[in-house]
């Protein structure tokens, strides 16, 4: 099985701010990885699929970068609206796994 | 725009069967470079992926739930289904069904959710 870890679990960013979140691995899933962005009593948002492209209509602020087991989420410059919950997925293996999500406070 | 809807019994006795089926209107589940997904979320916790259907009828489910999953499509109803049987409190989830798509290159990622029911497993 494919492990998916993401670092931090939670963060507090102040609007303007730069903000990563990592996603690990267990092994090589290529560029296998795709970004989501959950708000409170809401599915899942596509934001990034195959590592760093961005989806239709989600803002530039947005990017993605990695391949094989380490993997990057960016906002260049946070907005109020970007508190949410974000988690990654790898679409390699048969069990498409989910990162445990990292929660974003805005400040 | 693809629209789903989930529907199906919110309470389910233990050792019982969950089903749940998936309603797609502004599209159709006979579209070629796309699968039908069933993914949950136990409140307050992380995803997980139980599987999808191509509208030929192959299915791919998650190996951790493969024994206890069934999914069918209906091309004439347009619309697909979850059966997962045995239920346990475990399975206490919110449901949702999406379209995956299935590009070139990377993978595939659900491009459009439906807006989940919760099904609670108890006596």
């Known amino acids: 099985d494919i492990l998916m870890t993401q670092s931090p679990s939670s963060l507090s960013a102040s609007v303007g701010d730069r903000v990563t979140i990592t996603c690990r691995a267990t092994?090589?899933?290529?560029?296998?990885l795709n970004w989501y962005q959950q708000k409170p009593g809401s599915g899942p948002k596509v934001l990034i699929y195959?590592?760093?492209t961005l989806q239709s209509g989600v803002p530039s602020r947005f990017s993605g970068r990695g391949s094989a087991t380490d993997f990057t989420l960016t906002i260049s410059s946070v907005q109020p609206e970007d508190s949410a919950t974000y988690f990654c997925?790898?679409?390699?293996?048969?069990?498409?796994?989910f990162g445990q999500g990292t929660k974003l406070e805005i400040k | 725009q693809v629209q789903l809807q989930e529907s199906g019994p919110g309470l389910v006795k233990p050792s019982q069967t969950l089903s749940l089926t998936c309603k797609v209107s502004?599209?159709?589940?006979?579209?070629?470079?796309?699968?039908w997904t069933w993914i949950r979320q136990v409140p307050g916790k992380g995803l997980e992926w139980i599987g999808h259907?191509?509208?030929?009828?192959?299915?791919y489910y998650n190996p951790a739930l493969e024994s206890r999953v069934t999914m069918e499509v209906d091309t004439s109803q347009n619309q697909f289904s979850l059966k997962l049987n045995s239920v346990t409190a475990a399975d206490t989830a919110v449901y949702y069904c999406?379209?995956?798509?299935?590009?070139?290159?990377?993978?595939?990622?659900?491009?459009?959710w439906g807006q989940g029911t919760l099904v609670t497993v108890s006596s």
């Open positions: 195959g590592a760093s």
């Open positions: 092994r090589d899933i290529r560029m296998y």
């Open positions: 999406a379209r995956e798509f299935n590009f070139s290159g990377s993978g595939s990622y659900p491009d459009h």
């Open positions: 502004g599209g159709s589940v006979s579209s070629r470079g796309f699968y």
């Open positions: 259907i191509y509208y030929s009828g192959k299915t």
């Open positions: 997925q790898e679409s390699y293996s048969d069990a498409h796994t």
